[in-house]
């Protein structure tokens, strides 16, 4: 996979609640996971990376989550333009994130919640980590 993915998961609804599941989603290649709790006044922008693949599954609210390909990993061009995707709890959306992207992300309610899978250890992350101006690429208020 070059590009950005969704992966759509479903529901299922019965007078005991909600099961949301993502039956082909394959979690074989994943090392790990942690989750983001956050509220709208706060972007977390721009992380990359040239060798790990990433996941994100919103679990509570909903997310604006930007995905851009540097041009130049030490010095990339400011004019690039991000593709948005919009993650919800009621989407039951999974968005995969290959290799050699940047990714940001902003909470569009209080106390959203996401989940990131990772490929990758943290120490392999580590060793792989770009980190760019938030407002490099978009300005984050606009939808």
């Given at each position: ?77 400011d ?51 770009y980190?760019f ?11």
């Open positions: 996979m070059n590009n950005p993915t969704i992966i759509k998961g479903g529901t299922h609804r019965d007078n005991r609640g909600v099961l949301t599941y993502f039956n082909s989603f394959n979690l074989d290649a994943f090392q790990r996971f942690y989750a983001i709790k956050t509220d709208p006044t706060v972007v977390r922008a721009w992380q990359g990376h040239r060798k790990e693949t990433k996941a994100f599954v919103c679990l509570d609210g909903e997310f604006k989550v930007g995905v851009v390909k540097p041009d130049d990993w030490e010095v990339p061009s004019n690039l333009i991000p593709e948005l995707y919009f993650l919800s709890e009621e989407d039951t959306n999974i968005l995969i994130v290959p290799p050699g992207y940047a990714n940001g992300l902003k909470a569009l309610e209080d106390d959203s919640r996401i989940v990131v899978f990772s490929d990758k250890t943290l120490v392999e992350s580590q060793k792989d980590d980190r101006e938030s407002d490099m690429w978009m300005n984050w208020s606009d939808s």
